[in-house]
């Protein structure tokens, strides 16, 4: 464990994790991205991780819904560790939302059949009734006037919002964001922002990888700095933005504020 | 954002300079920009004039279309098409008894029937497969025979049916077949992966006329002594065979296109490996190599005619089967101009078909 004065990255004050990760490792082949990485989450946390590219902040949300797999440690989520058991996964997956920098929406569906799809062949819900969550979700991200429309036809602030909704149709109890807004034109980051501030404010447990620093001081309940595959240093916004205890953070938002 | 002045509209648009229109204008850029262009374009004017006027004559002003082949030898002067009217049910329906020849005919009606209704998108339900099956046993007993009607040894059967009968059940079962061919080749698991690799590059590794002369002719030596498998059954196999290694290749091709988001964006939603790929890989990846796939379709349509090596009457074999008759030998031309339309015909239809699906699929992406 790191040996400085922050130990915990406040991880022991969180009761009743929804996610627990302890001395996970990682490697790419030779390349060691996660080293040993302890983080506990709790129900209805908020936490933004920020760092250098190729810190390995993707790489960490990613092995959380086993995208990526850990080679060494445990990962709990919701009581379920993750392994090599295949419907474990999927269960887990099914779970934890993900909404990634390049959209990725399914672009031979429309809209509303890029909604329904995970909640009528996973949650084997009936079609009528997934539409109409479909609908109030597209409503919620403001822009139910698209559904019929397929993804190509829309702009990228706009398939972002459809990503975000297509993940909240499952009812997830833990969404993930891997750099949202990084892809987007500056016009179009706020309105994906202004999103993920409503979800915030109802009560969403959120991991999400980004540079915007606003939405980390508005919305997070802890921010992470990640480098060279290590959480550096973890604190609540307040203290991390204004009082930052490693050389490294400091340097790192020297050079991004 | 509202701020920004709201009555900027973009200045009027001009006219195209009006030396680059009109028919002078098309044929200055097009035929005699250069000297060696006008060159060229008088050599193909100077080509056409001597090829063209002699074929047309050839074929429509000396022809004759209902004369016999004595009266088109001793003429001798035109085409002489009326071999084909005269020879017609022997081209198309092979040694099939002359007197039950409208059974593989009505069965052709019906087999092309299925394919125009399959054809639009709107009657793509589940009652397709219903007409198909349905379509199917009613063929069959017109082929073979049944329900009050003669038998007839699928031996006898020749001409037209037999080479939709090759092409369209070869097509349709190697499709699938070289889908589950391409995903096994990207399995994770060695056994899955190496099995279809050998399969695919053994098949591509020969020629279809050895695989139609081992199915003819080594494939019997295995059998045991009085089994017999029906020839052209061994030569539709051999051609689903064949076909399904060259479509698992270009399906692979798609599926190796599809972007690595995908494939984690369904896996982030719990969909598993099979819903995968069939509800969000395959679709994207079979339209991406819609024109590569009926490239292979269409080729695979012609080669069927290499069943003539193994002595099945296909509708080339039975053609030339008329041409060894004497009094239509010397025809050839004739003959073959007429089989090349058959096969022009059925393979642009092919093709037009393709370019709608892939309009129609097109969702601008």
Known sequence: MNPDAQTDFGNDAIEDPIIEITGMHKWFGEFHVLQDIDLKVGRQERIVICGPSGSGKSTLIRCINRLEEHQRGQIVVDGIELTNNIKNIEKIRAEVGMVFQHFNLFPHLTI???????????????????????????????????????????????QQRVAIARSLCMAPKVMLFDEPTSALDPEMIKEVLDVMIDLAREGMTMLVVTHEMGFAKSVAHRVLFMDYGQIVEANNPEDFFNNPQHDRTKLFLSQIL | MNAAPTDLQPTETLKPPAASVGVLGWLRTNLFSTWYNSLLTLAVIYLLWVSIPPFVRWAFVDSFWTASGKECLEADTGACW??????IRFIMFGFYPYAEQWRPGLAVVLLVGLLVFSQFRRNWKKSLLYYWLAGLVIMGILMKGGLGLAPVESTKWGGLPLTLLLSVFGLTAAYPLGIVLALGRQSRLPAIRSLCVVYIELIRGV????????????????????????????????????????????????????????????????????????????????????????????SAFKDTSLVVIIALYDLLKTTQAVLGNPEWMGFSAEAYIFIALVYFVCCYYLSSFSRKIERELDTGY
């Open chain 1, 112 to 158: 509303i059949d890029n909604l329904t799809l995970g909640p009528i062949w996973v949650r084997k819900v009936p079609r009528k009734e997934a539409e109409d969550t479909a609908m109030h979700y597209l409503e919620k991200v403001r822009i139910a006037e698209q559904a019929q429309k397929f993804p190509g036809q829309l702009s990228g602030g706009q």
């Open chain 2, 82 to 87: 009326s071999i084909i009217p005269n020879n």
């Open chain 2, 207 to 298: 020629p279809l006329i050895s695989l139609l002369f081992m199915s003819s002719v080594v494939f019997p030596l295995f059998l045991p002594e009085g089994v017999t498998v029906n020839k052209i059954l061994r030569a539709q196999v051999a051609i689903i065979l064949f076909t399904a290694a060259y479509i698992a290749e270009v399906v692979r091709g798609g599926l190796q296109g599809m972007a690595r988001g995908q494939y984690e964006a369904a896996e982030s939603l719990g969909l598993n490996y099979y819903q995968t790929m069939r509800l969000i890989i395959l679709p994207q990846a079979l339209k991406i190599v819609i024109p590569p796939s009926v490239s292979i379709l269409i």
